[in-house]
């Protein structure tokens, strides 16, 4: 995936630092929200945020989601390169992010949350990104949330079960029966909340609940580095012939929608430098995620189930889900986001390659060492 050692050996002959994020755990302090005491009067009406949404099959919902919501661009990563939000997951949940996605590789026998590579960016342990997650949907009863995991290392539903468990989030995991999918309300009544998808896993009876992806799901293309790139075609299961043929077995269609910038000749990092054209929720300028939901929404019959933005705060991405599913939503907050407008407005690190030298540094020593 990286270019030889002389490409770079210029500016990164002195560098020793690789980038580590804190983990994201309990440590992280979330700035409180009305979204809590919303979900609590208001959980006789409202599912995800929406009235509308309660009848509704939760294969009739687009979802929107947080690609590799667990690697951050802030002052915890030193804003590296390879973070692909802005904010934590706890924050993408208050501001209405149904959908987190992440990477996990074996780390010492744990299983880490590690972007590639964990000597590239480490966000901790998966236990540790679980548990504020969990902490979420215990005070937000009214929520479904889905969990989508890049098993990168090939371990086993029983490693991940024992996780899930650790973390007490199991407890909300739904396990589906067919391609048949309940309404919000039937899940929230049962308090079996939490799907859960892994790739690369083997389905384990003893772990119902941890499902495996490409039983379930297709995706469109994730490697797009122009802004005309994006489209509605099936890039995996290979067991699928096309988008088509996945819709008519009962797959649920996931539309990856985020672009990457190209530095030297195969490192991607992701593409900040647009995200403002990437994450409009409008469908008249090519690159717009609304424009790219639409088209999908045209050629398949039916929405995208699940969307992947980065820079989830960025469009605002959530829109474009609004405008698919038809409402206008209740109770959410972006007191998280809206703490940090300043700070992120006066820092030229937070956007693109404009980044300062440390985080290109620290990014591309790390980069080296995947040699």
Request: hydrophobic share 40%.
């Amino acid at each position: 995936m990286f270019p030889s050692l002389p490409t770079f050996f210029t500016i990164t002959a002195a560098l020793t630092a690789t980038v580590q994020s804190l983990p994201q755990d309990g440590s992280y302090s979330v700035t409180p929200s009305s979204t809590a005491s919303a979900s609590a009067s208001s959980s006789t009406t409202a599912c995800n945020n929406s009235p509308d949404l309660c009848s509704r099959s939760y294969s009739d919902i687009t979802h929107m989601g947080a690609h590799d919501s667990s690697f951050l661009r802030d002052a915890s990563t030193s804003n590296s390169i390879a973070g692909n939000q802005y904010f934590n997951a706890t924050v993408a949940l208050d501001a209405g992010i149904r959908l987190l996605q992440a990477q996990v590789h074996d780390l010492n026998g744990a299983i880490e949350l590690c972007h590639t590579s964990c000597s590239l960016l480490d966000a901790g342990t998966l236990q540790a990104w679980l548990g504020p997650i969990k902490s979420w949907m215990d005070t937000h009863p009214n929520e479904v949330v889905t969990l989508l995991i890049v098993n990168s290392d090939g371990k086993s539903a029983a490693d991940f079960g024992s996780v899930f468990s650790a973390s007490g989030i199991d407890q909300y995991g739904y396990t589906p029966s067919g391609n048949t999918w309940p309404t919000l309300q039937e899940m929230i009544t049962a308090n079996k909340r939490l799907v859960t998808f892994i790739a690369s896993i083997t389905e384990d009876s003893q772990y119902p609940y941890l499902l495996s992806e490409f039983d379930h799901v297709f995706e469109t293309p994730f490697e797009v580095t122009s802004l005309s790139g994006f489209n509605c075609s099936l890039d995996r299961p290979s067991t699928q012939n096309s988008a088509g043929a996945a819709i008519q077995a009962g797959m649920l269609p996931l539309m990856n929608h985020f672009a990457y910038n190209l530095l030297g000749a195969s490192i991607m990092v992701p593409n900040a430098d647009n995200i403002t054209i990437t994450n409009s929720p409008s469908t008249s300028t090519t690159g717009n995620l609304g424009l790219h939901a639409q088209t999908c929404n045209e050629q398949w019959g039916i929405k995208p189930v699940f969307v992947l933005v980065d820079f989830f705060n960025e469009g605002p991405a959530i829109e474009t889900a609004d405008n698919l599913n038809g409402i206008t939503p209740v109770g959410r907050s972006n007191a998280g986001l809206t703490a940090t407008v300043a700070t992120a407005a006066a820092n030229p690190k937070r956007q693109g390659l404009g980044l300062g030298t440390e985080a290109l540094v620290a990014f591309l020593a790390a980069a080296l060492l995947l040699i």
